[in-house]
């Protein structure tokens, strides 16, 4: 579905929340909009409409995608639902993506990738505003803390990754509604995020506010601090990492000299690099430990296998000839 909008933008009232958005979307567009043309991922929910509302307010142009999953019986209604309000809200155009939702993963990884599949083919070359909240950044914080990867899993979603823009990741999920309330919009309460059977439903609804009564408050704010202090650190990190993994690189394998001379958290960084770039996927603090292992801790030990091989096969790394090499082999 699409149709134009954009004639009869909704003005925000001069509310609490309204200018909290408002302030939040427009020092986002500052950074990394500043043309003012944007989509936006629009759910239906509180966080996504009361986005779609400080964008409309602050962006020159915006175009709402709206994601069906076609998970729940009326998902069709909701969506539609959702285009139609995003269009009174003043939106350009307002699409309906249906998907179809399968793979590994469980239901929430498989809805995830669908949807951002779906999002990324129809934005158009367009930076795509999402509706995350501080409080989606504390559990995304405390999920990364229960994987134990180190610091790259707990510093959380970033503002900008490339085409992804979340704006509000220093509001919390309550100004979202309380802007809804404001403009007399009913969000569309999914049950998924009301159901137990999901990691981050249960985080929302039982583990935060346990950590908040026992802390004192705060828990989420101080979460997501440390996310963007991490975050900070991890870009310097990384930019060193990066300049270790050029010096050691030699024709598609790593100089075993070079990388045992360098400081643990850049060496594992610029062999994580390595890996990923020729093709592993799904890498674990153990696949990276034994990797580094060959680097510093040799002793005659054999190839680590890492995921992501072609069907049939395994990608392995070995060290060889004071080299770390990978080759693809047979499984």
Same mark, same amino acid.
């Given at each position: &579905? ?16 309204? !200018?909290? /958005? ?42 709402? /995608?709206?994601?069906?999953?076609? /998970?729940?019986? *009326?998902?069709?209604?909701?969506? @539609? ?12 155009? %307002? ?26 083919? @129809? ?5 795509v505003l999402l509706g ?7 559990e995304t914080v405390l ?13 959380? &979603? @970033? ?12 509001v919390r999920r309550a ?9 007399? !919009? ?28 026992? /802390? ?13 202090? =991490? ?27 070079? !990388? %045992?001379? @360098? ?11 390595? =890996? ?31 995921? *992501? ?12 000839? *004071? ?9």
């Amino acid at each position: &579905m699409a149709a134009p909008g954009g004639d009869r933008v909704r003005p925000l009232p001069q509310t609490p929340a309204a !200018l909290e /958005l408002r302030h939040a979307v427009r020092d986002w567009l500052g950074r990394y909009a500043p043309n003012g043309v944007v989509a936006v991922g629009l759910s239906g929910g509180a966080d996504s409409l009361a986005l779609t509302a400080a964008a409309v307010a602050e962006a020159e142009v915006v175009d709402a /995608l709206i994601v069906d999953h076609a /998970l729940q019986a *009326g998902s069709q209604a909701v969506a @539609a639902a959702a285009a139609d309000i995003a269009l009174g809200l003043g939106c350009r155009s %307002a699409r309906v993506l249906t998907v179809e939702v399968t793979g590994e993963g469980g239901l929430e990884a498989a809805a995830r990738s669908a949807r951002y599949a779906a999002l990324d083919a @129809a934005r158009g070359g367009l930076p795509v505003l999402l509706g995350h909240t501080l409080d989606d950044q504390a559990e995304t914080v405390l999920l990364g803390l229960a994987r134990g990867s180190g610091a790259r899993s707990i510093r959380g &979603m @970033a503002d900008f990754a490339d085409p992804w823009g979340r704006p509000l990741l220093g509001v919390r999920r309550a100004a979202t509604r309380e802007l809804c309330a404001d403009l007399s !919009l009913t969000p569309h309460e999914d049950p998924h995020n009301a159901s137990p059977e999901f990691t981050r439903v249960r985080l929302r609804t039982e583990v935060l506010p346990l950590l908040e009564r026992v /802390l004192g408050g705060g828990v989420a704010p101080a979460l997501a601090r440390t996310a963007e202090q =991490l975050r900070e650190d991890g870009a310097v990190l990384d930019e060193l990492a990066e300049k270790l993994l050029n010096a050691a690189s030699d024709a598609g394998s790593l100089s075993i000299e070079t !990388l %045992a001379t @360098a400081p643990v958290a850049l060496r594992r960084r610029a062999i994580r690099s390595w =890996l990923l770039a020729a093709g592993a996927k799904a890498l674990t603090d153990k696949h990276l430990r034994a990797v580094d292992a060959l680097v510093t801790n040799w002793r005659g030990q054999g190839g680590v296998a890492v995921g *992501g091989a072609k069907p049939g096969t395994r990608l392995v790394a070995k060290r060889e000839h *004071g080299k770390l090499t990978l080759a693809f082999t047979p499984h």
